[in-house]
C-alpha cells in the first residue's frame, strides 16, 4: 500500500532531550516536507526536500534539523526541545520536485514537551 | 507566493450544495489554484487543482472566473463526513521563486444533520 509513515505516532518528552521523528515513503517521491499543526494558526511548514541531499527552510524552521540522505527517509530532528515545540507534526512527501504536485500526508504525530 | 483569504468557517446542512470562496488578487499568470480537505487530527488530503474556468472531479468542482482573482469550491450534496477543514493554496509548477506550501488556517465547514 503506498503511503507515508511516521514513528512515532505520540510522543511525551521533556525539555532538552534530543527527540527525532521518522517519516518514510514508499512511492519513490521526490519531494518531502514536514509541517507542524497549531491551534488558531493552522499549518505551517517547517522545511522541506525537493530531493536526496537537498532541503530547504519552509516558514518555521528554527528549532528543528531535517536531513535527506535516502530518498524515502526524511526525518525530523529536535536537538533541545522546548515547551513551545509541544504540536501536532505531519510529514509529507509528493512526486516531482515542486510543491504544486499532490502532497500525500503521514498520520501525524503528536509530541508534548513538558 | 500569491495571499490567499477564506472566510474563517461555514455552517450548512446535510444535502445542501456548499460553495467555499477564497480571494487571490495578486495572483500570478503562472499559479493554480489547489484546495485540500483536513479532517480532526489526519493529514490534509488533495481534492482539486484548476487554472481557469471549470474543474470538476468525483468529489467537487473548482470554478475560476476569468480574471482568476477569486476561485470557488464546490460541494454537491455534502453530507455529516464532509466536515472538515478546507484549504485554498496558490502554488507553481515550476516553484517559482519559493518551492514552500503556505495553507494558512482554512476554512472549517460544519456540516449539521
Known amino acids: 500500500e503506498a503511503q507515508v509513515t511516521q514513528n512515532p505516532r505520540y510522543l511525551i518528552t521533556v525539555t532538552g532531550k534530543k527527540l527525532t521523528v521518522t517519516c518514510s515513503q514508499n512511492m519513490n517521491h521526490e519531494y518531502m516536507s514536514w509541517y507542524r499543526q497549531d491551534p488558531g494558526l493552522g499549518l505551517r511548514q517547517i522545511y522541506y526536500s525537493m530531493n536526496v541531499e537537498v532541503t530547504d527552510k519552509g516558514d518555521v524552521p528554527e528549532g528543528y534539523k531535517v536531513s535527506r540522505k535516502e530518498k524515502r527517509n526524511f526525518p525530523l530532528i529536535l536537538e533541545s526541545p522546548s515547551p513551545n515545540q509541544t504540536s501536532l507534526y505531519f510529514c509529507?512527501?509528493?512526486?516531482?520536485?515542486?510543491?504544486?504536485?499532490?502532497?500525500?500526508f503521514g498520520p501525524g504525530t503528536r509530541l508534548t514537551v513538558l | 507566493l500569491a495571499k490567499t483569504t477564506q472566510p474563517i468557517s461555514m455552517d450548512s446542512y446535510e444535502g445542501q450544495e456548499v460553495n467555499i470562496t477564497c480571494s487571490h488578487n495578486?495572483?500570478?499568470?503562472?499559479?493554480?489554484i489547489t484546495w485540500y480537505q483536513q479532517f480532526p487530527s489526519q493529514g490534509p488530503r488533495f481534492i482539486i487543482q484548476?487554472?481557469?474556468t471549470k474543474v470538476t472531479n468525483e468529489v467537487a468542482s473548482l470554478f475560476i472566473p476569468a480574471d482568476r482573482k477569486s476561485s470557488t469550491l464546490s460541494l454537491p450534496r455534502v453530507s455529516l463526513s464532509d466536515t472538515a477543514v478546507y484549504y485554498c493554496l496558490v502554488l507553481r509548477p515550476d516553484g517559482g521563486a519559493t518551492n514552500k506550501l503556505i495553507f494558512g488556517t482554512g476554512t472549517l465547514l460544519a456540516v449539521q444533520p
Open positions: 509529507a512527501s509528493s512526486s516531482g520536485t515542486r510543491a504544486y504536485n499532490e502532497q500525500f
Open positions: 484548476g487554472y481557469k
Open positions: 495578486n495572483i500570478a499568470t503562472n499559479d493554480y
